[in-house]
């Protein structure tokens, strides 16, 4: 607990408190290409319960149950991004998505797993895919949660949302500067 001396009262502390609120965001780098409309915690709340029954829908389709499917919803927009089998579960994938109440439209970033991926591979991917996360968090033009990352044998596939052009094409030569990145696919969108 902050103990007050007589002069100082709590008025006087709060009043301190509210001059300084609008410094708070001073510190941040401005993307001049933002041209994304601001979301609500409604529209927040609403798109991380479609995100949740799209991914629990993928997930119990017999002919997807992938976990190199990733789902990220924007005002209703789902972007499916990582892995399929084969062009039928890409199809299936995008059907069962677009079958999910609150769903706008689908963007297909799926890609076609090519070749049988090793233990090594798998493990080496996971490393990958946790240095680039790690990387993006830290990059101070980054900084981003809203970026999903999948590495299948070194080639690392982006996708998710940003505020503008510039994070758009500077998250490419973030992964791109990750040890054991072969290749970097950026499906990021700009938020609208």
Do not use: W, Y
Request: proline letters at 2%; a positive charge.
């Amino acid at each position: 607990m902050i103990k007050l001396s007589s002069r100082l009262t709590c008025a006087t502390l709060i009043a301190g408190c509210v001059l300084l609120v609008p410094l708070v965001g001073c510190n941040r780098v401005a993307d001049v290409n933002n041209t994304a409309t601001p979301t609500t915690i409604g529209n927040e709340i609403d798109d991380s319960v479609v995100t949740t029954k799209v991914k629990s829908a993928l997930m119990s389709d017999d002919s997807i149950k992938s976990l190199d499917i990733k789902v990220e919803t924007r005002k209703g927009e789902v972007m499916l991004s990582g892995f399929a089998d084969d062009q039928g579960q890409i199809d299936r994938s995008i059907l069962v998505a677009k079958g999910i109440e609150g769903v706008k439209n689908v963007d297909n970033k799926l890609s076609l797993k090519e070749g049988k991926q090793s233990v090594g591979n798998k493990i080496d991917d996971s490393v990958i895919t946790a240095a680039v996360k790690t990387a993006m968090l830290k990059d101070p033009l980054m900084k981003s949660m809203e970026i999903s990352v999948v590495t299948r044998k070194g080639e690392v596939q982006l996708s998710g949302f940003v505020d503008g052009q510039v994070q758009l094409n500077h998250a490419t030569e973030v992964a791109k500067g990750i040890q054991g990145v072969t290749g970097v696919v950026n499906n990021l969108s700009v938020k609208k």
